[in-house]
């Protein structure tokens, strides 16, 4: 048989039947389900007469719309608690095999409960209403969003109608220097292929810098594949994933463990497989990263300045790059580090996992957010995330530093809760899209690692986090 | 699911590189938890100056003169006309309920974002691939000719002007063409299959159990 890439072999175990055009019927094993993208497809079922056809690949919880404070208040906007109700009340009607509400201690953004939990598993097929949903691609899972009409598709038939998508690998190799993350590197990546540079491609990244980071910083990395143009981004399986996975609530045990492990082992692509594209990028030269404009791939690294769009040939881009520095607020050829800053986020299914909250709180440490910073922010990813961070005393660390310390949830990354900028405001974040009105009507966001926004929030300005002392 | 086979249609243009799915139906908007009602909050916050915000009479709201759509020429348009990468960031299908609602049946770009394209057929909306350089000159007939129209036929995989001076031909994918010029449901479609699916299933949890929880 011809080489295969990671992407193929998980292509092909999960082939039910295929129609004569090539558009494949591809088997579910996990579905993960929040409140924003699936309420009407419970209605549609209802609707339909249909039930879930598996119940237990269903694993849901509400994230986006919860408050990040006062929660013994419960939720106070009257539209969010109605999809949050309407969520308790279809897990109640349909089933599931594990929901974790509004206040439960193991809540949070679902793509961190996930992982969290034990419940992403190498060599699954994962969806989600979720276009983040690549995040658990680093698990060896071919994971990727949907739409709500496909959501209710696989709760009937626990199945969906896909294209095979091509092959990409995107090698990076070499070390990372100080003070460079994951979120560098994808943020690197996307300033060198584009927000459309994947598009119809699974990315599968590679080398030995994706194999030197944990399983947080390799779901960063998934997680913005999408932002990349690309539905899914994967890494292999290694000693690192097996032994994060190792004692997980939802993780097999026993012999089923010892079985599952060899299974997993074969999760990687073959010697000489075939790619139909591939990018090489070398690890030692990825900088701190931050965005200037209202695109992922409008990105500079730290000791850059603000481009000039007279220098740009294209007129399409030009005229994208003219309206995004209006939007932004900002001058061609200002120095990145001139940007001052009037809001601080740390969270995210990017960016509010315990190894980023640590890396957040280490450059905090001892120190103030700086006068002109009207709000910093911590937002756990969960609260088994939170509980782990406070047991460490990183909850201390951000609020004698000036940082509000907040309950888990999606928050300002999409401000469908409270937690939004301003109009004009100006926010470093170490979320996944900067787009016009992302975090607020009017808002203008920054997207940075979690060391970088913390560093940022000291200084009141961006700084380069490798000069941090 | 409404069926497409032959359109007539106005041409509106919004001549725009990556338009995101934020643009299109911002997230304010999401917490509805029915299908339809957001079409009067398309593009929301371009369209009007104010701030959107649910719940407000629309009808009211300070419109942007400046955005195409508030044009009188592109009152009635059903087509849309858009740059490449339309429809990129979020994977929520309100984007294409709010662009079926504001009464779009098809949209023509050089590229679309994948997610979003996919969810359009599930709504009755067609995306159309044309090269960049159809697109650019579509653009400039739009504007230079007020009523601009196309004619979308699905069956031949054509768009026509409207006048009979040019036609274009466009790929679609086979099967997602019969379940749009049908109208079909989806899911009935696969539940034809659903002996097929348990068969598999069963292997798979025989052979992978700890899948499924064992």
New interface residues.
Partial sequence: MAPQTLYDKLWAEHV??V?????A?L?I?RHLVHE??S??AF?GLKL?G?KV??T?SVVATADH?TPTTDWERGITDP??R??VE?LDANIRAFGA?AYFPFRDRRQGIVHVIGPEQGAT?P??TVVC???H?STHGAFACLA???????V??VL????L?Q?K?RNMLVQVDGALGRGVTAKDVVLHIIGRIG??GG??YAIEFAGSAIRGLSMEGRMTVCNMA?EA???AGMVAVDDTTIEYLKGRP???GGE??D??VA?WRTLKSDPHAKFDRVVAIDAREVKPQVTWGT?PEMVATVEDRVPDPEREKDP??R??ME?ALVYMGLEPHTRITDIRLDKVFIGSCTNSRLEDLRAAAAVVKGKRVAPNIRLAMVVPGSGVVKAQAEQEGLDRVFRDAGFQWREPGCSMC???NADRLE?GERCASTSN?N????QG??GRTHLVSPAMAAAAAIAGHFVDVRDWR | MEKFTVLNGLVAPLD???V?T??II???F??????TGFGPNLFD?WRYLD??E?GMDNAKRPLNPDFALNQPRYQGASILLA???FG??????HA?WALADYGFRALIAP?F???FY??CF??GLLPIVLPEADVDRLFHDVAAFPGFRLVIDLPAQTVAYADGSRTLGFEV????KYCLVNGLD??GL??R??D??KA??DK?RRE???????
């Fill in positions: 039910v039947h129609e004569d055009d090539g558009t019927l088997y094993d924003v993208t309420p009407q209605e339909a249909r056809w598996r237990d719309n539209t969010s109605v999809q309407a095999k598993l060599g699954m209403g979720d276009s949903t990727f969003g949907i739409g709500t009409s496909e209710e598709h009937a038939t626990q199945c109608l294209k998508s927000t459309a598009t119809g999408i143009g690309a539905r939802f993780a097999p089923a463990w079985r599952a299974h695109s399409v881009r005229e994208a309206r999409l401000a469908m109009p899209r787009f016009e009105g992302r009507a009017g | 725009r590189a990556n995101d934020d643009a911002p997230k304010q999401l917490k509805s938890i029915k299908r916050a701030t959107g649910p740059r490449k990468n990129c960031g979020s994977s929520r299908e294409p590229s974002a994948d997610i996919n969810n599930k709504n994918d086979a099967f997602r989806e899911i696969t539940l299959h659903a097929k699916i598999f299933e798979r992978q159990p700890w899948l499924f929880g064992a």
